[in-house]
């Protein structure tokens, strides 16, 4: 499999290096299992002859002028995490530059095309997510559905794969993005990759999400919000809610779906786990639990979390210890 990481100045510099070693570490459990060649040809390329990643590492690049074929294009995270310097960062003449292979090599290159995070903001660039499901670094999502609204993000997944496109979510979802290349490839050489490197499997990003920190991309999410959160114990009531907003319920169900790609009722069952999580771990016995955050039995509560989080309250309390 031939595969070219493109890296950009202010590249996520845990994203590309992630990235590489587990190609390498790849390569190099293939040799030990006897494979014949290295099952992966890795180059890294970019529109300039250097780059300078985040952190300032200076690093030589092969020219994307000379790439006219990979079976993969892999696009790491520019390492900007808040909407304003992102859309600068999309504007610059290098970034435009490699949106424009991009979109090449998918047309007329054939070669499939793989985001983690914010570089899935440049596979948005070129279009070729439009009317697809993607995901993308969860912190910003309502950004995403700002500047794409042709796409279907569904931010709460891990990776998406569509046809010859692949995205993958926040951070360190580079890992997860690489390691579901290694297993095109072989399932088998990437159990191995997963258990020398500790690879957890994860297939959701929502047990990371920090909800207030979504809400304050938007004045009357935050508003609501911070409602929310005050009248958790009551339970939900979208009419009393818009109406301590001063808003027609119709405007905060717009808002909220178009902000956060969700029902108001299902942000405020999301500030409802967050809550919850944050009393099993004091340690409170599950009724008071269920009480504080509006359900009147704990076994609706018990499954809720389940159903959210993948794990119960014996599960959470273990890890909170």
């Known amino acids: 499999m031939k595969l070219a990481i493109l890296a950009l100045d202010g590249v996520f510099d845990t994203g590309l290096t992630v990235l590489m070693d587990t190609f390498s570490t790849a390569n190099e459990l293939a040799a ?23 952190l300032g590492f200076s690093l030589p690049v092969a020219s994307a002028n000379a790439l006219h074929q990979a079976d993969w294009v892999v696009v790491p995270a520019l390492n900007t995490k808040q909407p304003d310097p992102l ?92 390691l579901w290349l290694v297993r095109q490839a072989s399932p088998e050489l990437a159990a191995l990759v997963a258990r020398l490197m500790l690879i957890d499997t994860r297939s959701s990003q929502a047990r990371y999400v920090i909800p207030d920190f979504l809400a304050n991309a938007d004045p009357l999410i935050a508003k609501f919000e911070r409602w929310a959160r005050e009248h958790l114990s009551a339970g939900f009531s979208l009419q009393d809610a818009a109406r301590a907003l001063a808003v027609g319920p119709r405007t905060l169900q717009r808002r909220t779906e178009a902000v956060l790609g969700k029902s108001p ?24 639990i269920a009480t504080e955050v509006g359900y009147a039995d704990s076994a609706t509560l018990r499954t809720l979390l389940r159903r959210k989080l993948g794990r119960g309250v014996r599960e959470l309390r273990a890890e909170m210890r």
Request: proline content about 4%; glycine content about 8%; some cysteine.
């Open 32 to 54: 030990m299992q006897g494979f014949p060649t290295p099952p992966f040809d890795v180059h890294v390329v970019g529109v300039r002859r250097n780059i300078r990643t985040a």
């Open 87 to 178: 859309a600068e960062a999309l504007a610059r003449a290098d970034v435009r530059d490699a949106v424009g292979h991009i979109r090449r090599w998918h047309d007329v290159g054939n070669s499939g095309i793989a985001a983690a995070c914010i570089g899935t903001f440049l596979l948005a660039e070129t279009g070729l997510l439009n009317q697809r499901t993607a995901t993308t670094t969860w912190s910003l999502a309502p950004f995403f559905r700002q500047r794409y609204p042709a796409v279907d993000l569904d931010d709460s997944r891990m990776l998406v794969a569509s046809d010859r496109i692949v995205t993958a979510g926040a951070m360190m979802g580079h890992l997860d993005l690489a």
């Open 265 to 288: 009722l299902a942000f405020f069952q999301d500030l409802r786990i967050e809550r919850a999580q944050h009393l099993v771990s004091t340690g409170c016995d599950l009724e008071t």
